[in-house]
Structure formats: structure tokens, C-alpha cells
């Protein structure tokens, strides 16, 4: 029988009081005059988010937050996989694994987990209920280091484990956003029936035979141009992971700077106002995560683990994914979406809704236009 292991964050003070004291004496450097953000992460905002870091950020309240769900830990292919697993009300709740990806963590959930497994709690009805499990992938957080490089399939693998032989669920339901959306994606393509759906918020992985209509190679060619500012990490992540760990697990205003660009850049915010999205708490607490885990490093190696795997081609024979798919489609997604009949020679489709606003983590940035849309498209499966 597989061991389940109850799990508590608990970092010492020494340690949180040795990363601002970092933060503290970090030799800040010159910008263009006219750099806002197109450089990079902007100086003044680094500036003005660190001294709140150092003076005002209170990491033990936001690991009491953190603590308020149940934590556990499990040992799957070699590696501690840590996750949230939080029961829904009623009689019967849906089992739903929920997936973050880079630079994410579970910091993505914390206001999202009990919305789905207590609506009534929250002015929705119970028969809408979930069992949430929310786990932090291999490599990142609290979950163990993997050997080497796991890409999304890998995964996928490790996480049909956890919901069936772990957990004893003969069925469930699988959603994400970033590398949870590829990660959803093999779940539905490979591990059926057992995944019985899947609902994305990212659209990630392509068909071997590319963009075949006017408006699909319009939005290739649109994809690509969009995709060159961009490109940088990624390609950096994907295949020289290493050498860029030694500058960042030294540094965590770099490693801040490395993730709210990201934070900046891929969400849907106003006045280029990255808090008019996110709390200076929310970013910090994220970015704390990465830090206080050591699993900066160990977090970016899923490029290279994906690259390996082949890419973003679902399937070399045209195979879709045949679960049911629900498809949230934000407007200031980071990676646009194709046009639907592309997706559909990808997925089974069952659910597209074209969101009014929102960008890549829709679940910090709209938790409740994301949950009417997973609600409504489970409701359409006639789970049993």
C-alpha cells in the first residue's frame, strides 16, 4: 500500500530573516531611462516590491494560509510528490485535480480550492462540489526533486497515479493552465478512462500536420511574431537549465525579477499596474515558494524534460485526446489561442467559451469566471 504522509510548511525564522537580509543588500543597477517594462522587469517597481519584502511581508501569516488546507506527501516514481487534498461537500463531489504551472505554485489555489469543494459556501449550489486534490509538480514547491529532467507527460503519469492508486478514485476530472494544460492534455490522451475529462485554460500542443485553413496559418504566423519577445526563458529553460541556476539559487531579488516579469507580462492588467491584478502578498508568497524550497533550479528543468519528450506534437499519428474537453479561452493568454477548428483536430470539445477578460493564471486573475466555467461544463458530463 502506498504511504500518504501528512505534510505541514513550517520554514524557520533564520531562514526567511537570511533571504531579506539578501534582499536588503542586493546591489541594485542601472535601467534605460525609457524602460518601463520592455527590458525586463522594471527597476522602480523591483525596488518598491523589495522594500516592502524586507520591511512589511509577513511570510508566516501567508504560511498559515497555506497550512489552513490539508497537505500531505507521497512517494511516486522515486519522488515525494507533495499536494493539497481538500474534500468537497455533499454527497457526492466530483474528483478534480487541479495543475499549476511555471512560474507558478499552489499559491495559485489558495483563493480558488474552497470555491470549488464548498459552493454553497459561496452562493453556489452543492451539487457543484468537488474533491480538490492540488499538487505541486515534481521539482517545484514542496514536492521532491526529480532525478532529472520530467517533462509533462512524465507528469501526467506520476499524477494518474496519485488519483487512482493513491487515492483510490476510479474516475476523475483534471484541469490547468501553463504546464497543467499539457499536463491535462496527456492525462485525457493516455491515462482514459480513468481521466474521464479534462478542462484547459492553455492551449499548448499542437498537431503534426500544422495550421491547415486561411485563418489557422494566420494565426501560426501572428503565434510566431508574437512569440520572438518571448522566446528568451524558454529557450534558456529548455536547454542550458543548469548554468542559469547558479546565478538565481544565489539570488532572490533575481529570482523575483525572473518570475514577476512573467507576472507582468501574461496577465490581463490595467494601466501596466501588475497589482491591479495580484497583491504585493500574492507575488511575494509565490516567489517565496521558489526560494524557500531551493526548487528554483529544480522547477525550470521541465523545459528540458518536455523537449526531450518531443515537444509540443500531441501525437506523430494525428490521434486527439477523445475525453470530453472544455476549452476557457482568456483573451490576454500569453500563448493565443488557434482557432477552434484547429483545437478540434486536437481535442474533443465539448465546452468553448471566449472569456471577456483574463490572461495566463486564471485562476488568481478570475477564479470565478474559470469556476462557472468548470462547473458548467462537468454538469454537461452527467457525472456519476
Sequence with gaps: ???ITPFEVNIDDATVSAIKNRVAHYPWHEMPVDGGWEYGTNLDYMKSICQYWVSDFDWKKQEQLINSFSHFKTPIDGVD???????????????????????????????????????????????DAFDVVAPSLPGFGFSGCPPRPFGPRKMAAMFNTLMTDVLGYKHYIAQG?????????????????????IHINILTMRHKDGPQTSEEKAWATQFEQDQIMQ??????????????????????VGVAAWILEKMHGWSDIKDDNIESVYTKDQLLTNIMIYIVTRTFNSASWIYFGR?????????TTGKRVEVPTGCAVFPKELLAWPPRSYAERIYNITQWTQMPRGGHFAAMEEPELLIKDIRQFVRALNWR
Design 231 to 252: 522566446d528568451g526563458y524558454r529557450t534558456q529553460q529548455a536547454t542550458k537549465p543548469q548554468t542559469l541556476s547558479y546565478a538565481m539559487m544565489d539570488s532572490p
Design 1 to 3: 500500500m502506498t504511504s
Design 81 to 127: 510528490v507533495h499536494f493539497i487534498h481538500k474534500k468537497g461537500s455533499g454527497p457526492n463531489p466530483k474528483p478534480l485535480i487541479i495543475s499549476h504551472g511555471w512560474p507558478g505554485s499552489i499559491v495559485e489555489f489558495l483563493d480558488f480550492i474552497d470555491l470549488l469543494a464548498h459552493p454553497e459556501k459561496h452562493g453556489g449550489n452543492i451539487e
Design 307 to 315: 523537449r526531450e519528450e518531443g515537444g509540443r506534437v500531441l501525437s
Design 177 to 197: 493552465g501553463d504546464w497543467g494544460g499539457a499536463i491535462c492534455s496527456w492525462l485525457g490522451y493516455e491515462h482514459a478512462p480513468a481521466c474521464s475529462a
